[in-house]
């Protein structure tokens, strides 16, 4: 392989990453508003928000279809990355519909 | 709403969000299999492993591209978990490597 080959192959694979980021985005985005759709039903039934069980079962589907390379502890990780930060948007839509309420 | 439907609405977005999930652990994997790809013509080019540039052109990309819900402060957390969990995939695939080349 030249270095002018090796170039162009990173170039290759820099933008086939930059494409999965955006499709990644893209649900991210999408399970955001999934989210936001439970919580809004939780909140006009009183229902508790916090359920622990149901975080397990989001664990248990990620790294039980989990065929690899990424490890299953990886894939773990960076679920509950995306679970707290789900959990934050869903705190401060809280915290502002509360104070909107004060008003 | 009553509380069965409520229950049955809920229990269809949970199915959502377990859909999403398992397309996002998809992307992961692809994602995992091209940091690879790069990872190898890195080393064989003996070239940087590490560069910083480009982590801020991945971040770029998706806060950039971020039409939300999910604020772009949490889709850049998110993101550098992801490219954390990969650079440590890399780094213990070069481990292994090292150690199989002294045998």
């Known amino acids: 392989m030249t270095p002018?080959?090796?170039l162009?192959?990173?170039g290759r694979h820099r933008q086939r990453i930059d494409e999965i980021?955006?499709?990644i985005l893209d649900l991210?985005?999408?399970r955001t508003v999934v989210v936001e759709s439970i919580g809004?039903?939780?909140r006009t039934m009183n229902m508790a928000i916090y359920e622990p069980k149901r975080e397990d079962d989001v664990f248990r589907n990620v790294t039980g279809n989990n065929r690899g390379p990424l490890?299953?502890?990886a894939v773990r990780r960076v679920f509950e990355r995306i679970i707290d930060e789900m959990?934050?948007?869903?705190?401060?839509?809280m915290e502002r519909q509360e104070?909107?309420?004060k008003d």
């Open 71 to 73: 490890p299953a502890a």
């Open 87 to 93: 959990r934050t948007v869903q705190r401060e839509r």
């Open 40 to 42: 809004q039903i939780k």
């Open 28 to 30: 991210l985005n999408q």
């Open 21 to 23: 980021d955006l499709q």
């Open 99 to 101: 104070a909107g309420q």
């Open 8 to 10: 162009e192959q990173l």
């Open 4 to 6: 002018d080959q090796a």
